[in-house]
């Protein structure tokens, strides 16, 4: 699993966003509030798990990793109710997702860093 990437593709999700914000867009809002349909969440569930489970980064990166799917979830939804106004704003610092995200970026790399990826 190249956790450099899991990091990048976590943090183009905001650009995914607000592309469907401009161009309103409908997202499966289902799908992408699951923490185990992405690459990144396959592994940490699969892979990931026999290999680092007793890692406490490991345990960690599950936690946030839901969490990011959780809130991006609910930009989703927000996307799909043609609220585009209030999705644009759950983007910004500050906010659930912009925290989530955050802490997800920096769950995988402690995992990368502990796990000597």
């Given at each position: ?100 995200s955050s802490a ?14």
């Amino acid at each position: 699993m190249d956790l450099n990437d899991a990091v990048a593709k976590h943090a183009e999700w905001k650009t995914k966003f607000r592309v469907a914000i401009t161009k309103k867009e409908t997202m499966d809002a289902h799908t992408i509030a699951k923490d185990n349909c992405c690459d990144l969440g396959k592994w940490l569930h699969e892979d990931g798990l026999r290999q680092f489970g007793k890692l406490h980064s490991h345990r960690d990166c599950v936690v946030k990793h839901a969490q990011f799917h959780t809130e991006a979830g609910k930009v989703a939804v927000t996307i799909n109710a043609k609220k585009y106004e209030e999705a644009e704003h759950m983007l910004n610092a500050g906010t659930p997702y912009a925290s989530a995200s955050s802490a997800v970026g920096i769950a995988i790399m402690k995992l990368q860093k502990e796990a000597n990826l």
